[in-house]
């Protein structure tokens, strides 16, 4: 959210709560780097479930507010539709690739993460990191889509490493692998 965002929150449950009293700016600085990482869509439903929960205003609110978005995260990860995945002669199923080039100077292997480029199961793993960081940004670029014989044709060649299953990773490794690629 930004402060705008915010600053329409803590009106709202200003009037919520027939509160007159004005938060001094420091304090809502403070509460404000404590939150600020809450997803706007949220801030209703958040909005809602503290004034259905406390009778006052909340004194630490941030931590009501971050209690809360809790419970949204898990409601919209929930409501994603299950994907189903498909047979791929490519990464059989696995929809990622984590690919491994020989750098000779550096005597040793690069890693990469690779979206299979000849199905859709790529999409079980991104999916969730684009509920995480916000449908507006374009997550497919971070990781590059190949088929396994452009990889081959690059010079990579292709492991199945089955211990990626969190997108977290799969997204940190790559980010590593990117500055790794970028440093040689
Ligand atoms: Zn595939």
């Given at each position: 959210?930004?402060?705008?965002d915010?600053?329409?929150?803590i009106?709202?449950?200003a009037s919520y709560y ?8 420091q ?5 404000f ?7 706007a ?6 909005q809602?479930?503290?004034?259905a ?5 909340p004194?630490?609110?941030p931590k009501?507010?971050l209690?809360?978005y809790?419970a ?7 409501k994603r539709?299950k994907f189903e ?6 990464c059989?199923g696995?929809?990622?690739?984590v690919?491994?080039m020989?750098?000779e ?7 990469k ?5 000849a199905?859709?199961?790529?999409r079980?793993?991104f999916g ?5 960081i ?11 889509r ?13 492991g199945y490493?089955r ?6 990773k799969?997204k940190?490794l ?5 500055v790794?690629n970028?440093?040689h």
């Amino acid at each position: 959210m930004n402060k705008g965002d915010f600053k329409f929150f803590i009106s709202k449950m200003a009037s919520y709560y027939d509160s007159s009293k004005v938060i001094e700016n420091q304090r809502l600085e403070l509460w404000f780097e404590a939150v600020k990482d809450i997803d706007a869509d949220a801030l209703e439903f958040i909005q809602k479930r503290i004034c259905a929960d406390k009778e006052l205003m909340p004194k630490n609110l941030p931590k009501y507010m971050l209690e809360h978005y809790g419970a949204w995260r898990a409601e919209q990860r929930a409501k994603r539709p299950k994907f189903e995945t498909t047979d791929c002669p490519d990464c059989e199923g696995d929809g990622i690739f984590v690919a491994y080039m020989l750098n000779e100077t550096a005597f040793r292997y690069c890693k990469k993460v690779f979206a299979c480029g000849a199905c859709e199961n790529w999409r079980k793993h991104f999916g969730a990191l684009e509920c995480r960081i916000g449908p507006d940004k374009n997550i497919v670029s971070r990781v590059d889509r190949v088929t396994k014989g452009e990889l081959e044709g690059m010079q990579w060649f292709a492991g199945y490493d089955r211990d990626y299953d969190s997108i977290q990773k799969v997204k940190e490794l790559n980010d590593k692998m990117q500055v790794a690629n970028e440093e040689h």
